[in-house]
């Protein structure tokens, strides 16, 4: 994890975020910039510092590698993920649509649980991931995999320790939660509501 400059937030280091991503006029999101955004927030669950978020963190970086793998394999035809995910079920597969959706319960999940955190001023983390994962995750995954991740829910830091390591400025902190956590919804709203569409079924 780089440092964080002195005067500024743990946004400072990441390579790509969810506000810088773009988003075409059709709705299109943009897929190199998202898949860096995706990345670079994945690296946040390093901050929380549990290794019982290490399956969530693969889980994600997993779905991230599905849906890159395709991209590579069809650049011109991948330029955005609405794209990518039609012109792959053209071919009769869906790897990377299948994965984009756990992608997006994945991200769904962590910006449900980082709003209501941020909404929350007295709310504990496990609190408002427990919450998140209940109406996101859970309900798709096996009696294998809830342990897991509840584990992880109960493995989260106390606010008054997270919060300050995401940088000394509290003020600074907060607007740049705010903006990611706003510019994160509106992505996986857009998704979402494509993922609804026929053109995105096999």
């Known amino acids: ?16 975020s969810f506000a810088d991503v773009p988003i075409g006029a059709d709705d299109g999101i943009s897929t190199t910039e998202f898949l860096e955004a995706a990345e670079s927030l994945v690296t946040l669950f390093d901050v929380l510092g549990s290794a019982a978020f290490t399956p969530v963190k693969n889980d994600l970086l997993g779905n991230i590698k599905k849906v890159r793998e395709r991209q590579l394999a069809a650049p011109a035809e991948s ?15 869906h790897v990377a649509a ?36 209940g109406n996101t995750l859970k309900p798709h995954h096996s009696f294998l995999v809830k342990p897991i991740f509840s584990a992880a829910m109960s493995a989260t830091p106390y606010r008054k320790n997270f919060y300050p390591k995401l940088g000394q400025d509290q003020a600074k902190v907060t607007a740049e939660m705010t903006k990611e956590v706003a510019a994160l919804e509106k992505v996986v709203s857009i998704i979402k509501a494509f993922q609804d569409t026929k053109a995105a079924k096999w």
């Not at 994890?1 to 790509?16: L, N, V, Y």
């Not at 993920?81 to 053209?90: D, F, H, R, Y």
Request: charged share 25%; proline share 1%.
């Open 98 to 133: 299948e994965g984009l959706v756990w992608l997006i319960r994945g991200l769904d999940f962590t910006v449900q649980a980082l709003r209501h955190n941020i909404d929350n001023a007295s709310a504990e983390l496990s609190d408002s991931f427990r919450g998140a994962y």
């Open 79 to 93: 330029e955005t993920l609405q794209a990518l995910v039609v012109n792959e079920l053209k071919t009769g597969k």
């Open 1 to 16: 994890m780089a440092a964080i400059p002195a005067d500024g937030t743990w946004f400072d280091t990441i390579k790509r």
